[in-house]
Nanobody, 124 residues
Framework: HVQLVESGGGSVQAGGSLTLSCVAS????????MGWFRQAPGKEREGVAT??????SRYYADSVKGRFTISRDKNTLYLQMNSLKPEDTAMYYC????????????????????WGQGTQVTVP
């Protein structure tokens, strides 16, 4: 069946790095916009980064620009996170959009139809 499975989360000291992976199975999402979202306790889910396979344009939230890098290889999506801060602590989710070309504006969770179960990132 169709699913996204994230991995790579953990606990890391401030200034450290983590790389998240998201493997898609059950369907070929290589032509669709995909993205990473995060949700901290008591806060709304926010879009972190998105990319498609068209012109390889990428979106990054202002809070992660210059520190996070999104990339993809066929049906695997990655998020390289450097210079991590305590405010990056959250559950991180990957998701596949309902469209092929990512929108330039901040991603809206309602535009993403398939979600992974999440992987926890903690920066004490």
């Amino acid at each position: 069946h169709v699913q996204l499975v994230e991995s790579g989360g953990g606990s890391v000291q401030a200034g450290g790095s983590l790389t998240l992976s998201c493997v898609a199975s059950g369907y070929d999402y290589s032509g669709f916009c995909m993205g990473w979202f995060r949700q901290a306790p008591g806060k709304e889910r926010e879009g972190v980064a998105t990319m498609d396979t068209g012109d390889h344009s990428r979106y990054y939230a202002d809070s992660v620009k210059g520190r996070f890098t999104i990339s993809r290889d066929k049906n695997t999506l990655y998020l390289q996170m450097n210079s991590l801060k305590p405010e990056d602590t959250a559950m991180y989710y990957c998701a596949t959009a309902l469209f092929r070309t990512c929108l330039a504006n901040s991603p809206v969770p309602q535009d993403y139809g398939v979600w992974g179960q999440g992987t926890q990132v903690t920066v004490p």
